[in-house]
């Protein structure tokens, strides 16, 4: 099992930065990928960025140059994802969920955190 809990989320103006956090817990040792998404209102969920255990990263277009996505591990019992964003614009207005990965085919599993609202004002 594991267990997500983000913070960092709020109000910014347009061009402005703000850095989401996920603090991962439990079995952090299977996790392969962690990844922040988010869905705006009337919309699908989207991959905003991911990362691997191996530090390789994967970025929407949309947020390229824009947002960096990082992980610090600082013992074994816990491992935090960040999500630094840049130059926010009205379009990056949603909700954005921190995910984690483990496993792999029959065996893998996805696991989510609550959600933290990200509003950008013009």
């Known amino acids: 099992q594991v267990q997500l809990v983000e913070s960092g989320g709020g109000l910014v103006q347009s061009g402005g930065s703000l850095r989401l956090s996920c603090a991962a817990s439990?079995?952090?040792?299977?996790?392969?990928?962690m990844g922040w998404y988010r869905q705006a209102p009337g919309k699908e969920r989207e991959l905003v960025a991911a990362?691997?255990?191996?530090?390789?990263?994967?970025?929407?277009d949309s947020v390229k140059g824009r947002f960096t996505i990082s992980t610090i591990s600082r013992d074994n019992a816990k491992k935090t994802v960040y999500l630094q964003m840049n130059s926010l614009a009205s379009e990056d207005t949603a909700a954005y969920y921190c995910?984690?990965?483990?496993?792999?085919?029959?065996?893998?599993?996805?696991?989510w955190g609550q959600g933290t609202q990200v509003t950008v004002s013009a």
């Open positions: 990362i691997t255990s191996s530090g390789m990263t994967n970025y929407a």
């Open positions: 439990g079995s952090i040792f299977l996790i392969n990928t």
């Open positions: 995910s984690a990965e483990t496993g792999s085919g029959w065996f893998r599993r996805d696991y």
